[in-house]
């Protein structure tokens, strides 16, 4: 009968907690953000808002060097 040895074991176990955890998390953030009204949801559309914005600045102020590559 083969035996496991206790570092399988913990990576075993520490796999299924981690697979459990982030489930869990994904079906707590599913339900907060479909909430219209939800906190949640709010930060995470200004956070995205925030990130477009940004890169779209930064691809204005150079666009002068990447604009001779797209003709």
Known sequence: MDK???PEVQ???KDEIKKFVND???KEMK????KS?????????????NALESVYKMLW???DFWKTDIR
């Open 31 to 34: 339900k907060s953000l479909s």
């Open 4 to 6: 496991m040895g206790k």
């Open 24 to 26: 869990s998390f994904e």
């Open 37 to 49: 009204n939800s906190p949640a949801r709010g930060e995470v559309v200004t956070i995205i808002k």
């Open 11 to 13: 990576a075993i176990v």
């Open 61 to 63: 102020v150079k666009r």
